[in-house]
């Protein structure tokens, strides 16, 4: 089987308007290809951003550089403290302390953190849901109404995705953080720390 590419992404946006497909991302588009290029661009980071097991990353210690600040790589999507007394956000690409309202950082910092990985990384049924997410999406702006097989195309498509992504974790749910506290034992996610 054959990884579906972005231009089949893009194709399959134009597909659900009725238009001709194109043979290549390179170069000057024409207007649809151009807008169905930028809704497969924007669905594919807001699905990354979602935090799925292949683009996220645990217990990664970030150091501070030798300003004191935690300058993040441009692909972090989103960042988590391991320890939940460390409280953190993104802000102008940087770590940023919430408690302390500051940037400033005298030691490192262990994130859980979600990347953006380029549409050739993604697994394929990343990439299904995607393009399929982005046509749906697509279609309805251009045609300026609902459709519902797009939507059931999409819908299909995310189960996939979810199905694959809670294989691949090996998820139970006694994992959860709200179970772990009801059974009094430490959450997975902390089970390192103490």
Same mark, same amino acid.
């Given at each position: 089987m054959l990884d579906l590419t972005k231009l089949e992404a893009v194709n399959e946006c134009l597909a659900a308007i009725g238009e001709a497909p194109v043979t290549s991302l #390179?170069?000057?588009l024409p207007l649809d290809a151009? /807008?169905?290029e930028k809704e497969v661009d924007r669905?594919? @980071?807001e699905v990354q951003a979602r935090g799925w097991s292949f683009n996220s990353d645990f217990d990664v210690s970030l150091e501070p550089d030798g300003s004191n600040e935690? %300058? /993040?790589d441009a692909a972090v999507l989103r960042v988590e403290a391991v320890l939940r007394s460390v409280d953190i956000a993104i802000r102008g690409g940087k770590l940023y302390d919430l408690v302390e309202q500051s940037f400033t950082f005298t030691s490192p910092v262990r994130v859980n953190q979600v990347v #953006? /990985?380029?549409f050739d990384d993604l697994p394929q049924v990343a990439r299904e849901y995607i393009a399929k997410r982005a046509a749906r999406k697509f279609a309805e702006k251009a045609l300026a109404g609902p459709q519902p097989t797009l939507r059931d195309d999409e819908r299909e498509a995310k189960a996939a995705l979810l199905r694959n992504d #809670? @294989?691949?974790r090996d998820l139970r749910i006694s994992d959860t953080a709200s %179970?772990? @506290?009801i059974t009094h034992r430490v959450s997975p996610f902390d089970w390192r720390h103490f």
């Open positions: #390179a170069g000057d151009e /807008l169905a669905c594919d @980071r935690i %300058v /993040l #953006a /990985l380029s #809670a @294989r691949t %179970v772990g @506290r």
